[in-house]
C-alpha cells in the first residue's frame, strides 16, 4: 500500500488527511471538458441505466454533486421532482429543479452520486440516507499492485479519497443497509479506455 493510503476492513481503501480542493466554476467546467462533448450522451446512459434497473417510475430524484446540471436537466423530463445538492454549486440548479441543502434531510425514490461519492471526506451518512435506491458511479479501482495504483490515471490524491472495486463498494453499502442490485462498467462505452479491464463502475443499490 502506498504511503498516504490505507485499506480499510471493507477493503475500501482511503485517501487520509485528504485536503480536499475548492470545487468552484474552474472545475466544474474542467471536468466537462474532460467529457469531451460527450455529458448530453452520458447524461442519457446514466438516465436510461437508471429507468431499466429500478423498473418503475420515479417521484423524487436527488443528483448530489450535480455539477453543471446536465443530468438533472435531463432526469426533470421523466421524474416528476427532481433535487440537487452541491457542496460548492459553481452552477445554479437547472429550470424544474430544486437546490437542496441536505443530503439526509428527505426521502426521494432515488438518490445519485455520479463521480462524486469518492470525493467525500466522511461517507458514513450514507446509512442516513432516506430513499429506496441509490446510485454510484466511480472510478474502478483495482488494486493489481502499488505500481499500477501509483500511475493510475484516476489516483487522485486530495480529491479522490475513497477508492472502491465491485466487491469493496457492495460490502461498504452493504454494512450500511444497501443491497447491490445492478453493478456494471456501462460508462465505459462513452469514457473507457482500451486497458482491458473496466475503468468505471456503475452500481444501483436497494435500501432495506
Known amino acids: 500500500m502506498l504511503d498516504g493510503y490505507e485499506k480499510l476492513t471493507s477493503g475500501v481503501i482511503k485517501h487520509v488527511k485528504a485536503v480536499p480542493p475548492l470545487y468552484d466554476v474552474d472545475y466544474t467546467t474542467k471536468y466537462k471538458v474532460s467529457l469531451g462533448g460527450q455529458d448530453d450522451e452520458l ?22 454533486g450535480y455539477g453543471d446540471g446536465n443530468f438533472l436537466e435531463r432526469a426533470s423530463t421523466v421524474v416528476q421532482k427532481c433535487f440537487g445538492y452541491d457542496v460548492s454549486p459553481a452552477f445554479p440548479a437547472p429550470p424544474n429543479v430544486t ?44 488494486y493489481f499492485s502499488d505500481e499500477w495504483f501509483q500511475n493510475w490515471k484516476h489516483r487522485k490524491p ?19 443497509g444497501y443491497v447491490c442490485v445492478h453493478y456494471s462498467n456501462a460508462e465505459d462505452t462513452l469514457r473507457g479506455e482500451k486497458s482491458g479491464y473496466a475503468s468505471y463502475l456503475t452500481a444501483i443499490f436497494r435500501k432495506g
Open 158 to 176: 486530495n480529491e479522490h479519497i475513497w477508492h472502491f472495486n465491485d466487491e469493496t463498494l457492495s460490502r461498504f453499502m452493504r454494512t450500511r
Open 43 to 64: 447524461s442519457c446512459l446514466r438516465l436510461g441505466l437508471l429507468i431499466g434497473a429500478t423498473n418503475q417510475p420515479i417521484a423524487k430524484l436527488l443528483d448530489v
Open 99 to 142: 437546490s437542496v441543502n441536505s443530503i439526509t434531510g428527505a426521502y426521494y425514490d432515488v438518490v445519485t452520486f455520479y463521480n462524486s461519492l469518492e470525493h467525500i471526506p466522511e461517507i458514513d451518512f450514507v446509512k442516513d440516507i432516506q430513499c429506496k435506491y441509490l446510485v454510484v458511479t466511480t472510478p474502478w479501482c483495482h
